[in-house]
């Protein structure tokens, strides 16, 4: 039977790495969660110890087709993340940013729910202006390898601002810097995987082009709460969530290395096309609207995510 003093929510993409994050929190908190994922890069073992709990339910469906279902909250999370990914089969993603949010804010339309969209620093493209504040309005190649990415997120922030103006649909717009933590994919190219993975494989970590280029990044935790105070917050964003703490990935590197076999050579490969060469977030507007920052010291959270590797893979 409904308990309509419970919090209804509808994550997409839930068994990805960041969804079933999201899941885990709510379901903790007392709520209803309704999943729905394609499997295009989630896994259900994120989700297993849910499965039969009755206040959850999770559904194989594909975003670009819509669904219905009764929901208060809707978090929109389904599009693939890394640039291994992403880039397989770009009309997909494309597809599933413009299609997926399209039906997602159709749902929400319908429902009076409100909406998060999970968007991207890939908004900022190659940015010009360093460090990243959310009036920047980026550099991105509409044509680059990345741009199915980029511009499926760009075209995907520009509906959600139009369903708002035009129907007024609640909606919150997140931009998430890069985030790390368990459940990463260990095959999914990402920095902090991959470095961890070899270093663990007692292999040379690979660092694509001199290493110069940075980045900034936040433990999966916080980027939890960061996304959670949003959807509770009557601000639609766009709204940077990530760390201020930028380093090269050369220090990346030469960090996890020490932490696991500070004897592994340090390989260069080809830098890929259309890499950004540095990317920190401006974090001002969460710290002023939200009181939110993230706490999790670099080295903490690889420190966890290198004991969760070492459980989960070997
Ligand atoms: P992920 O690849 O682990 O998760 C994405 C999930 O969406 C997967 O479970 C996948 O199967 C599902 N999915 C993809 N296409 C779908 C479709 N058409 N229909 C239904 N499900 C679909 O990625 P993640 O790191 O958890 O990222 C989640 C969201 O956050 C993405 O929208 C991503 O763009 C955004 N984001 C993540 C990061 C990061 O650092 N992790 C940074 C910026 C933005
Ligand atoms: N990178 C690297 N070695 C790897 C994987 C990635 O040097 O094995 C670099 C990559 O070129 C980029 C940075 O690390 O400059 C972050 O890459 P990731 O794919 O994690 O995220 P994004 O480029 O989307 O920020």
């Known amino acids: 039977m409904t308990n309509y003093n419970i919090k209804r929510n509808l994550i997409t993409g839930a068994a990805g790495f960041l969804g079933s994050h999201l899941v885990d929190r709510l ?16 896994r259900k073992i994120n ?27 809707i978090w929109h999370l389904a599009c693939p993340a890394s640039p291994i990914h992403y880039q ?3 009309i997909k993603t494309a597809k599933t940013s413009f299609l997926g949010t399209y039906n997602m804010l159709g749902l929400a339309r319908r429902l009076k729910a409100k909406l ?19 009036n920047y309005r980026g550099c991105v190649d509409p044509t680059g390898i990345r741009g199915c990415y980029d511009e499926g997120k760009r075209i995907a922030e520009t509906l959600c601002f139009d369903y708002k103006r035009m129907h007024d649909t609640q909606i919150a717009v997140i931009r998430i810097f890069n985030t790390y933590g368990p459940r990463m994919l ?3 190219g990402r920095v902090i995987s991959n470095f961890i993975v070899q270093a663990l494989n007692g292999n040379g970590l690979t660092i694509y082009g001199d290493g110069k280029q940075t980045r900034s990044f936040c433990f999966v935790d916080d980027l939890i709460e960061g996304m959670i105070r949003v959807m509770n917050h009557t601000y639609s964003g766009p709204i940077n ?8 990935i050369l220090a990346l590197a030469k960090l996890i290395r020490e932490k696991i076999n500070p004897g592994l050579k340090l390989i260069h490969k080809p830098l890929p096309k259309d890499d950004p060469k540095q990317r920190r977030p401006n974090i001002n507007l969460a710290y002023e609207k939200l009181d939110w920052e993230p ?3 670099l080295e903490e ?3 966890t995510t290198i004991e969760w590797f070492k459980e989960s893979i070997f």
């Not at 379901?27 to 989630?42: F, L, P, R």
């Not at 297993?48 to 594909?62: G, K």
Request: glycine share 8%; net charge negative; proline share 11%.
């Open 47 to 73: 989700l297993s110890q849910w499965i039969n709990h009755p206040r959850f339910e999770l559904i194989r469906h594909d975003v670009t087709e819509p669904i219905r279902v009764e929901v208060d909250r």
């Open 301 to 303: 959270g690889i420190g």
């Open 241 to 248: 969530i990530g760390s201020p703490k930028e380093l090269t």
């Open 186 to 188: 260990p095959g999914d």
């Open 88 to 90: 397989l089969n770009p």
């Open 27 to 42: 379901m903790n908190a007392g709520e209803e969660v309704i999943c729905i994922d394609n499997y295009c890069t989630g």
């Open 116 to 134: 998060l969209l999970a968007s991207t620093s890939e908004v900022y493209g190659d940015p010009e202006v360093h460090p990243q504040p959310e």
């Open 295 to 297: 706490k999790i010291p």
